[in-house]
């Protein structure tokens, strides 16, 4: 259950720092958003040097995900989408004619 003053819980850096934050803006024990996380992967929370981090509107998401067993897209983890791919296209080579032979 998300904290019915969810929206009072979100610091105005934008992101959930400390099990803290992320346990008092869901309303949930440290044991049971960890329990969630190890069945969850995909759940955004993530830890960061030692410290775990969330995204609060991705919680309250999840949360409600939860509630109505909307799981799926939680069960593998999240990953960072690739960089764009920036290669350098080689230049063609300029086309040069046969040497004919002068005999």
Known sequence: ???????????????LSGMKEIT????????????????YPGMPINQAGGIWV??????SQFYRD??????ERYLEPQTAPAPPVTAA???????????????
């Open 1 to 15: 259950m998300v904290n019915k003053n969810a929206q009072e819980t979100i610091p105005a850096r934008g992101f």
């Open 89 to 103: 296209v080689p230049e063609p080579e300029p086309q040069t004619a046969p040497a004919e032979n002068a005999e």
């Open 66 to 71: 939860l509630a109505a067993g909307k799981t």
């Open 24 to 39: 008092d803006h869901v309303g949930y024990s440290d044991a049971t958003v960890l329990k969630h996380k190890r069945a």
């Open 54 to 59: 969330g995204d609060p509107e991705g919680l």
